[in-house]
Every structure is written in structure tokens, then in C-alpha cells.
């Protein structure tokens, strides 16, 4: 395998430290009885490899790109990550202002919905947002070995977390069209799932089944993606290696949920959210607009 190329990315995120966890062998969010999701939080895997995507949305009316996120694959022997490092960060710190408040010093709270909400920005004290149209917030964790994976994304005005298991099935056709991207030789595959059909480039230099957000299960790293209508595609931007073993604590989502359930909630998802804290008054509100929701996957079940 020839040595994986290293690049600095243009955008800041933030460092996590992890204490050392024993890595589970049990699949990724094993099934009770009443065919539910379970979650174990203890969870974790040792990640070695950091890959960088750019994740571009296009109008399909228009043609015109209406999104570019920055997205991070980091990955182990067997499990990885997915998710957006700079939605992750901004998300985490709207977080730390809720979970920081003195609750001795709170003399009321308000929680605005619908037309009432306004803009909190407007009112006297400070005000902070999170926009839900800001880049992507969901968190995908692989198990390569069971081909299973459990998705988490926030759902709401207060940004619960829900989450679902999924096994996606892929069958993928291997051509003999060949390209090179980052200076890897890659191979063309493609692939229909859940109502879109999809061209993807792989290299068996980077012996890892893996790729970005569900798609895994090539003899190799997927390096870009794209649906054949453009509309969707990943393209990786960077790899790296990870000097320090990066320990990767699987989250434990508040709600859980079927992938058919999170669809619906998602569509219905508001613009954001807002707090605003004036003294011991603090107040939550909906942010103004709505959320541009586009599904990747088109047959929900």
C-alpha cells in the first residue's frame, strides 16, 4: 500500500481527548426482541486514518450548487466515523451554553415555537443560534464486519438526538473504467440504492471497505461518489494518517427511532434554534425560516 498522502484542510475543528476503552466485538446496535434498537454508549473503536470529503448538494431545478460541506471519515481495522467536524463543533458549544447555565441564577424561562418565536437577536442580553441549514449534523458510525451501522442526527427545536440502526445493502457492479484521484489509481463502480443511482471511484491501494456517509462494502477506499443526476457527490480531498491512535467513543442518542420515523420528523425539522439569557431571564426560541431538508435516500421503509 503506498504511503497516504498528508494535507493541511482550511478550516479549524476541535481536538477531543478519550480515555483508553476496550474495543466491543458485538455488532453496531444489536436488536432486542421487539425489533427496537439498542444502543451501547460504551462502545469505541481505535481510529488510525483521517480521510477529508467535500460534500457538494446541487438544485436539481436550477443546477446550481446550493451546499459545500467539509465532511471527516475517520476510521479503525473494522469501524469508523462520519460527520462534519465544523457543524460538530459549533453544535457542541451551542450545547455548552445550555449545560453551563447556574440554575440558581434562573429566575425564568421561555420557550417560543411557530410565529411566536421571532428573533431573539432583537432582544436585549446575548443571544446565540444554531441554524439547522448550517452544514450537516448527522453522525454515522460503521461496523464494517456486519456491514450495520448506527446514524445519529439532532431532530427539533431542542436538538434532541435521535437514532437509528441500519444494514444498507449494496450491489455493487465493478467496471473497467479507471481514474486517478489524489495521485491514487481508482476503479469505477456503481451502484442503485434507495431510488438513485450512483458512480463511485475506489482505489485498492487503500485496502479499506469503507467510503463516505452508508456507502462501504468495495474491495477498497471509495474516493468520490456522485449520484448519475449530480445532484450529490462526495470527493475526497485529503488522507491521512493518525500519528496518536484517536479512541472514538460511540455517542448514545437521547430517542430512538426507525429510519422511516427519523425521515418524517426530519421533514418537519424547524430552521434552528435560539437562546437568549437577560439576566436570570432566558429564553427559546425557533429560529426564523425553515429547514431546506433534501434527502439523499428517496425509498424510506
Sequence with gaps: MKNLLTITILFCCS?????????????????????????????????TIRCYYTFSQKNEKSGKITRVDTMALIT????????NPAKYTRDSIFASILGNMNPNTIQSISVLKGESAGDLSEKPGNTSSTNANDGESYQIF???????????????????????NDKPEFSWQITQDTA???????????????????????????????GPWKFMSLPGLILRINDTKNLFCFEMIGIENITEPLVVQYPNP??????????????????????????????????????????IELDIK
Design 254 to 295: 437521547k430517542f430512538e427511532c426507525s429510519r422511516k420515523q427519523f425521515e418524517g420528523m426530519k421533514k418537519k425539522q424547524s430552521g434552528g434554534m435560539q437562546i437568549n439569557v437577560n439576566g436570570g431571564n432566558v429564553t427559546i426560541a425557533q429560529s426564523p425560516g425553515s429547514y431546506n431538508y433534501n434527502p
Design 76 to 83: 479503525g481495522s473494522a469501524q469508523s466515523k462520519f460527520y
Design 180 to 210: 486517478s484521484i489524489l495521485g491514487y489509481p481508482c476503479q469505477k463502480a456503481t451502484v442503485n440504492f434507495r431510488g438513485r443511482a450512483y458512480d463511485a471511484w475506489f482505489s485498492t491501494d487503500i485496502p479499506i471497505n469503507d
Design 15 to 47: 481536538s477531543l481527548v478519550y480515555s483508553q476503552v476496550v474495543v466491543s466485538s458485538a455488532p453496531i446496535g444489536a436488536r432486542t426482541k421487539n425489533d427496537k434498537p439498542k444502543f451501547d454508549s460504551e462502545k469505541a473503536f481505535n481510529a
Design 142 to 164: 460503521k461496523d464494517r464486519n456486519s456491514s450495520s451501522l448506527l446514524y445519529i442526527d439532532y431532530v427539533g427545536m431542542q436538538s434532541d438526538s435521535y437514532g437509528y
